[in-house]
Every structure is written in C-alpha cells, then in structure tokens.
C-alpha cells in the first residue's frame, strides 16, 4: 500500500523537504547517546507507547512540524517493532506449551524408571535422552525469542521517549510566532527615544559607567560569559528577586529553595538533552573521581524547573492536593551561551545568572468534573504573574506565542514576552525614518505547558479524586524573574540621560532601602 506520510529529511538533507536545511535539528535517528546510568531507585519513564502506535502518522507530522526531520519515521518504526513483539509473543506459545508436556512426560518416564528399578540404557533411557534433548532445544529458541522481544520492547523506549510532546492546538506551525499584545508599549505612539537610535544606550555602557557592573574582573577570574554585580547592580539583583517572589507569594505559589546540582537522567526526563537542537553543548555534566565512576552521573542545572519537576520524582500525589504551585530561585547554569554579537554582549548571554521560576502541577482529567484547576488555568495565571511583574517594571514589551520550530522537546505551547532593549534599535534607510524594532526585542519570560511529558518520565502519578484510576499530571512552568536581562532592560529602558541616573521603578524601591535613582552621588 501507498505511504501518505509527510516527507521528511534525513540528519544530512539529503532528502525532500519543506524545512529548509538551515532549520533542521541536529540529531541523527540512527545515533544513541551514550546511556545515562540509573540507579533501582531512579524513577521509571512510562512514555505513552500505545498512542504513539495507535497515532502513528498524527507523531510523524508533529516531528515535521517541530523541526525533528530525523525522528519522522520513529512512529511508524514503533509500530513495525510493536507488531514484531506481538508476533513474538504469539510464537512463543507453541514451544512454551510444548515444554510443558515435555516436562510431564520426562517426569512419568523417569518416575517409572526408578518405579521399575530400571537404570541408564534401555528404551527408556534412550526416550528421556531424546525428550530432554528436544526440550533444551525448545528452551534455546524460546530464549532467543525472548531475547529478541525484549530487544524490540528496548527499542521501542528508546525510539518513544526520543519523540517531542504533541504540539497544542495553539502552536502556530512553522517558524513564525504569532503576537498576542503588548505591554507599555504602543506601536503608533512609541516613547521619544524609538525615534533616535543610540546605540551608546547600553547597559554595558550605563553599567560601567556607574560601577554596576564589572566583565573585566570576572574576564579574569572565569572568562567569557560570567560577570560581576556591584554596589547598586548587587542591590538591583536582590530587588528583583524579592520583588518576584513576593508576586508569586500573594497568589499562592509556595516558595521553595531547590538545589543547583541534579542527577543527569533527571534533567534528561525533563527535556534537557546534553545537547540542543543546534548540536551545541546544552548543560554541564560534573566530572567524577574514579572511585565515584559507578554511581549515577550529576549536572549543574540550567533552571530551577528541573529540580522543581524532580520534587514529586516517583511520588504518587493525592488529587485533593492539586494543583501544586511552586515558586524557586537559584543559579542556573548554562554551558552554551551563545553567539557574542552586539545584540548578546553584556547580560544578555551568560553561563551564569539567578532566575526565579514558576512550576506546577495539575490533575489531568479529560473532563474534570472538579474545580479544580487545569494545566491551562495555571498557564493563564503564569502570564498573569509575568504581565503584572513587567508592566510595574515599567519595561515595555511584547507577548508572543511561539512556533512549533521554537518549542523544546517537553513543551506542548510556549509564550515568550520580550523586553525592548533601546541599544538594539537600528536605523532604517531610505526614505523611511522609523527605526528598526525588530532586533531590540529580547526574550525575558517564557512560559510553557508540557502536558503528560515530565510526569510520564519522572514517574509522577495522581491517585483519588473523581477518576480512582492513576494518571500522569500536567505539568507547567515559567519565568518570574530572569535577573540579568530584567536587570539589563531596566538600565536601559530607565536611563535619564540628562541626569546621568537610572530611576529605580517604584515597586523595586522598598527592597532598596528607599533609593529612588541609581548614579547621583553626594
């Protein structure tokens, strides 16, 4: 029969397809990572195999769509391999049955040999040599069989939890985003300063200047990438931290204190690969001494999502206790920064720096027959957080819903807010004298719903309420705060250039002792 199946393209492009070879994912369907060694303790991933195989083709579009060219045939692969260990399966019951009546049968004969004070030799010894020889021989190829099944369940885990989530519905599909509003900002009436591009308006810039911030020391002391925070700088961080928390903490979110180093299988089931879609170093993995070589592998995190997901790792979670809602801040770590041009320089691009993110929980339920929230109730009020910490920062920005070539392998829907940086702006030529606004946006938040995927890898199970069968929570998560680019935008977007001073927004002041500009001095 014909394949109505999407064409795709092979790791090297070398096939037909409607991505350009620019935008494909660096992965090769052939290619198995090095495996991560997990403990009997690590929790057990329960990816969703039998609709994997029931949707096959509904999977292999969604690959297309979010740019994973290579993984288009691991669907229909799982569904060859699935029909291979049925087969198996049924094949199995022939020898297996026959062993048994073997086994009987060497039992009667051997019982009535000692039963007739009979020995080795004989007709009877001849029949119990060629019974157990037929039988050994019917064990051997019931083990290969098995072996052989066990080899396909194998590859069918691996081929399933390599797949990205389902798009939602939401997603636009391509490369494009599609703008949802903005915040601060109104397009026909942009503040004075849109109209006169200055480069010279960068927080690098404002920050040298007025010793807030210092790449020179931390270019000797770490290299590229890291950065000291000084005087007021140093404050601003803290502000902002405080600041987010105490939004998140006024809606109910509970605070929480994660660590900054987890098991690498734990990041991996929560959609962190080693590496990105660009075949770049994505998270850093701590090097072990030789007597520790045996124990499972740790990595720094790249955001608290990872350890928050990981909190309720292998727990089975009453449903009266959704949703979950969890507010952390830490370090994160970031192995690849970047490209280091001018719209990356500074704080924007960093191995380093302190978030603040959001991560919850929600029963998924088909229909919930509850009030209780859903993972699309949570998104909502994610953003709402996002919106409300932005607009009194005073920072003007724009929402985004994000295309399925931008989303990583967890999320199902994201939404971006990017902040307007006034040293991105670009002058535009010819007759047309407004600025270039396209390359001054950059991302702040980001906000996604990652369905069943999390909890089906870390082994997170809901039990109770309306629905007594077990089911996988939805998870969400977001950013409340990501200092440095905040922190960056504020010096930008708050310069008075005719005092030499940035004005510390209103909201921050309080976890500033009061201080209303950063720059004058007595």
Known sequence: MASSRTPYVCVNCRLSTPLSRSLCRNFSSSARRPEILRPATAPKPTPDVKHIRQNAELYSKNCIERNYPSHAEYPHRIQQLSEEARR????????????????????KLASSARQDGQQSG?????DLTALRSEAQQLKDESQAMMTQKTSCADEIQRLALSLPNLSSSETPVGNDHRLVEYINFDPNSPPEWVNRPDPARSHVAIGTLLGLIDFTSSATTTGWGWYFLTNE??????????????VARRRGWKVVSPPSIVYSYIAEACGFQPRDQHNEQQIWSIEQSEKDKSKPQRSLTATAEIPLAAMYAGRDVDASSLPIKLVGASRCYRAEAGSRGVDTKGLYRV????????????????????????????????????????????????????PSTDLGASASRKRDIEA???????????????PDLGPAWGEVTSASICTDYQSRRLGTRVRGGVVKDSRFPHTVNGTAMA?????????????DE??????VPEVLRNFMGGLEVIGERS
């Open 233 to 246: 700088g140093a404050l601003l961080e803290q502000a902002l931290i405080q600041y987010s928390l105490s």
């Open 420 to 434: 307007l940086f006034p040293s991105r702006l670009r002058a535009t030529s010819g007759t047309d004298s407004s």
């Open 88 to 107: 198996l399966d049924h094949d199995l019951k022939a020898p297996r049955s026959r062993i048994k009546q073997l086994e009987k049968t060497i039992a």
């Open 498 to 503: 005719k005092r030499g001073v940035v004005v």
């Open 351 to 402: 191995h380093e720096f302190t978030k603040v993110e959001l991560f919850g929980w929600a029963d998924n339920l088909p229909t919930p027959a509850t009030d209780s929230p859903t993972s699309n109730t949570l998104f909502s009020e994610l953003l709402d957080i996002q919106t409300e910490i932005l607009t009194s920062l005073n920072l003007p920005c724009r929402v985004l819903e994000m």
């Open 122 to 126: 004989g007709n009877t010894s001849e």
């Open 483 to 495: 200092v440095p680019r905040v922190l960056a935008a504020i010096l930008e977007n708050s310069w």
